[in-house]
């Protein structure tokens, strides 16, 4: 298989089964996020981004081969500990569940999307333990910084903190000199961006989450960016969320979640 660096014409047939087109979007804006891979003569890709990966097409052991022996290598598998598998049919499927016997669940995914011109005025409004993530902050004595900086490094989708603080959209709940959560951009397009969301468990169902969600749309809805949410289809209190915000659902899908 051949890798290559931005998604082609055949790639983005093979991937079309995905909703997260937005995700497969944002390689072309920046190649440095993904490893894709394609064999253009058995029509099979092969697409790994951070913890995703898909899979499309042609079901060949030399795809499933190379993808276990020459992507997911032992040093992969050690650094990245789980992958959420993407897969268009039954044949991926089982070929996954094969590849990976006893260490594979089955779940679904929700996809859920508001745009620029559904969102709110009254969403600017600002809260006081609620501050955006700056420089600054990142480099102040608040305590739990990590839960940020694990987050952006995580995800993978800016080039470093500098770039994140720059070009991304992002808020933190800080209470008693401590971050309690974040909200930050994932998979920036000129048109559309991504949201991560998560609170600590002490300081959830007091409507942070919501408020930092409101804030988030105010600040994409400046620069024209339609917004995708995507969560698991079980986390009900992350649906609830969104749709409280304007979100409206696009999709549920299912996945293969395993364990390296």
Known sequence: ?????????????????????????????????????????????????????????????????????????????????????????????????NLFPDKNNLCEKSLYRVKPTCICDSFAKQTTNIRRITTELLNSNVNNIDMIIDEVIGTGTYNSMDDFTQRGISFSPVID?????FCTSEYPTKSEIAIGIEVLEQYQKQGIAKQMTKMFLSEAAKQNLTVNWECWKYNIASANTAKSCGFEKVADYPVIFIDL
């Open 1 to 97: 298989m051949k890798r290559i660096l931005k998604p082609n014409e055949n790639i983005r047939k093979l991937l079309e089964f995905t909703p997260l087109q937005y995700m497969i979007d944002s390689i072309e804006e920046n190649t440095k996020l993904a490893e894709l891979y394609i064999n253009e003569c058995e029509n099979t890709c092969l697409l790994l981004f951070g913890h995703y990966l898909f899979v499309a097409g042609e079901v060949t052991d030399e795809a499933t081969n190379f993808l276990y022996y020459e992507i997911l290598t032992e040093k992969v598998k050690k650094e990245l500990e789980i992958i959420i598998v993407f897969f268009p049919d039954e044949t991926w499927k089982d070929a996954m569940i």
């Open 177 to 181: 000199n401590k971050v309690c959560g």
